[in-house]
């Protein structure tokens, strides 16, 4: 629900103006009525559950790539050590003779098995790194759900807004937020204005305006980038100003249609709501 504040004002979060911009009704019923505060459906237990999956996996890639920083620093001093402790035992030219009782060798081999696993780490780091949906050259600053890059909350007071972009990155010197689906099987609407929102918390918070950010929708984390243009802020600009109408009394305006309406969780409370074999009525021919 909106927060209000002692001046009156409201803080509106970025997944309300997504389910605003569904339908009004169900935004109505659902966050200002508290209508679905005891619902919990199949599809949002599952999505929650793919989205931990998902925070942990890339955690893991975080974990082993500090794994082989490790190994490159222990490998470094496990060969001064040996040298310094070897040559003055011999000539430096006679530790690194072919016999297998030659420390000299036997280093090599002990320094060639740890670079096999530094090898295997940082391809496994870099799989999982890939199938989180980023890329190599992204520098990630935060992600929701891990212990390593907590996230970042925006609540801003000025603008009355508030979010938590599953994820931050680092690109060109610009922090752009990254949302993910999981269960998404093409781009929404709603999952567009969701990331409208989150870039103006980022440009306010962080001080440069991202030129863009990332969906990363489905299984596979499909990667889609939602350009930051004016036309597409002021198309929230005028969700976010219905929204203000309503919460300062109102009436909200209904947006039914049969598959919408099937897929809400306050539809049996909903008196606007359109059943599955509702009629539509036909659209107007052009002359």
């Known amino acids: 629900m909106a927060r209000r504040s002692p001046d009156g004002t409201y803080t509106i979060a970025a997944g309300e103006v997504s389910v605003f911009s569904v339908c009004p009704q169900s935004w109505h019923l659902k966050w200002n009525k508290r209508e679905a505060e005891s619902i919990t459906t199949t599809q949002s237990v599952l999505g929650q559950r793919l989205h931990k999956d998902w925070a942990q996996f890339f955690e893991e890639s975080l974990k082993l790539s500090n794994w082989i920083k490790y190994l490159i620093i222990l490998l470094c001093l496990m060969i ?51 199938g989180s949906g980023f890329s190599p050259s992204d520098v990630t600053l935060a992600i929701d759900g891990s212990s390593i890059l907590p996230d970042r909350e925006y609540v801003s ?30 781009l929404r609407d709603r ?29 596979k984390c499909r990667r889609i980038k939602i350009v930051n243009s004016e036309t597409k802020q002021m198309w929230v600009s005028g969700l976010i ?5 309503i919460l ?9 249609h049969p ?14 709501r359109q059943d599955a074999n509702t009629t539509l009525p036909d659209a107007p021919r052009s002359q």
Not at 248 to 256: A, F, N, R, V, Y
Not at 259 to 265: E, G, L, P, S, V
């Open 241 to 245: 100003a219905e929204m203000r109408r």
């Open 80 to 130: 001064l050590v040996f040298i310094a402790v070897s040559s003055s035992r011999a000539p430096l030219h006679e530790l690194f003779q072919l016999s297998w009782r030659n420390r000299g060798l036997q280093l090599v081999l002990l320094a060639s098995a740890a670079l096999w696993v530094i090898r295997s780490f940082g391809q496994e780091a870099l799989r999982r790194h890939e």
């Open 157 to 186: 007071a000025r603008q009355g807004l508030a979010g938590r972009p599953d994820a931050l990155i680092r690109e060109e010197g610009k922090v752009i937020p990254v949302e993910r689906k999981p269960l998404a099987k093409k």
């Open 259 to 272: 598959i919408k309406c099937a897929k809400c969780d306050v539809r049996t409370r909903c008196s606007a």
């Open 191 to 219: 999952y567009v204005v969701q990331m409208l929102v989150y870039l103006r918390l980022v440009e306010e918070f962080e001080g440069t305006r991202p030129p863009h950010g990332y969906l990363l929708l489905g299984p």
């Open 248 to 256: 300062d009394g109102g009436t909200p305006i209904p947006t039914p």
